[in-house]
């Protein structure tokens, strides 16, 4: 039979352990995204983006970029769910695995952004996203950070 730990023990669990401040988290955070968006943006010349671009035609490379476009956007969403989540403090491996997964889908619309890589890319945003999904469902603190938000909004609601 498996058990559910409570809000208390999966805190207090988190206390005994080595943590990341949450601002240390996001500031963090923030520099391995921007990594990832810059690396996505710049694995490519001038010259693959250029016979990319000749190669695709005018009308597929507006696609491709606008279908980039949304795709950061997503990955946008995704990273600012993190961000919450960062908003209590997390475990050195927690924070690793976070990293990665915005990383690889940050660098993804850079590289369909560019055209020559538009499969990688695709592949490294849609990873990003699910391994995102995953850790965020599986993470013990973000059931503590959201029964405490539910709480606290239903004792705004008892006192009106």
């Known amino acids: 039979m498996t058990s559910i730990a409570s809000p208390a023990s999966s805190t207090a669990a988190l206390a005994g352990t080595s943590t990341l401040s949450p601002a240390m988290a996001r500031a963090l955070l923030v520099l391995v995204t921007a990594a990832g968006v810059a ?16 190669l695709a035609g005018a009308e597929l490379a507006h696609l491709l970029r606008a279908m980039a476009l949304l795709k950061m956007a997503m990955a946008v969403g995704m990273a600012a769910a993190v961000l919450w989540r960062f908003g209590s ?38 990873a990003g996203l699910f391994g995102t999904l995953i850790l965020l469902w599986r993470d013990p603190a973000m059931g503590a950070r959201l029964s405490t938000m539910v709480a606290a909004r239903r004792a705004v609601l008892r006192a009106r």
């Open 89 to 126: 403090p997390v475990t050195p491996a927690w924070w690793a695995a976070y990293a990665l997964a915005c990383a690889g889908m940050a660098a993804g619309p850079g590289l369909i952004w560019q055209m020559a890589y538009v499969r990688t890319g695709a592949l490294l945003l849609h």
């Open 39 to 54: 690396a996505g943006l710049l694995t490519t010349g001038t010259e693959a983006f250029a016979s990319a671009f000749a």
